[in-house]
C-alpha cells in the first residue's frame, strides 16, 4: 500500500497549560483532525474532553452550508482502517516535519504576543490615569515661566509658546 499523500498537516496546541494539541490535515479534499495531550514530551492522541478515540472529518474549506459538496463534520473511527492509516500518515508528518517543536514555538509566541498587548493595555491606562496630574503640572510650570517672564524680562522660549499653544487647544472647547 503505497503512503497517503496528506496535506497542510498542522499541529496546534491551546489550554492554559499549552498541552492540549489538535493536529489536522487535508486529505482528498477533506479536512480531518483529532484531538490529543502533550504528555512526556510526546504527542498522545487521546481524544478531547474525555469524548475516547475519534478522528473528525469536515468538508473542504469554503464550502458553505447548503452548497454541492458541503457535509456537517463527521466523527469517525479512529482505529478503523482508514483512520488507522490516515493517523499513521498523520503522525509520521508530526515526527517528519518536527511539528511539535514548531506548535511550541508557535505558543510561546502566541503568549508572548498576549504579554505585550497586555503590557501596552497597563501603559495606556497608565497614561490615561497620568494625564489630569500631568495637565496640572505643565499649567503649574507655565505660570512659572510665565511669572519669570515677568520679573526678569521676554526671553526667546518657544517651547513655552508651544506649550501655551498646546494648552490653549486643550482647554478651548469647540462646542461651549
Not at 466523527?75 to 493517523?87: N, P, T, V
Not at 497586555?118 to 510650570?141: C, G, S, Y
Not at 517672564?149 to 499653544?165: E, F, I, K
Request: proline fraction near 4%; aromatic fraction near 4%.
Amino acid at each position: 500500500m503505497k503512503p497517503m499523500q496528506l496535506e497542510k498537516v498542522n499541529l496546534e496546541l491551546s489550554g492554559h497549560d499549552g498541552l492540549t494539541a489538535c493536529l489536522s490535515c487535508e486529505y482528498n479534499r477533506a479536512r480531518f483532525h483529532v484531538w490529543g495531550q502533550v504528555k512526556d514530551g510526546q504527542l498522545v492522541l487521546t481524544g478531547n474532553h474525555g469524548e475516547g478515540s475519534a478522528l473528525y472529518k469536515n468538508c473542504p474549506r469554503g464550502l458553505k452550508r447548503g452548497e454541492p459538496g458541503h457535509y456537517d463534520a463527521r466523527k469517525l473511527r479512529k482505529d478503523s482502517q482508514h483512520g488507522a492509516a490516515l493517523i499513521t500518515a498523520m503522525l509520521r508528518e508530526v515526527r517528519g516535519q518536527g511539528l511539535l517543536v514548531f506548535a511550541r514555538r508557535a505558543l510561546a509566541d502566541k503568549e508572548q504576543a498576549r504579554h505585550r498587548e497586555q503590557a501596552l493595555l497597563r501603559r495606556e491606562h497608565r497614561i490615561m490615569e497620568a494625564a489630569p496630574d500631568m495637565f496640572a503640572a505643565l499649567v503649574d510650570v507655565l505660570g512659572d515661566l510665565e511669572h519669570y517672564a515677568v520679573t526678569h524680562g521676554p526671553g526667546p522660549d518657544v517651547r513655552l509658546a508651544r506649550v501655551q499653544a498646546i494648552l490653549d487647544r486643550i482647554n478651548t472647547d469647540p462646542d461651549a
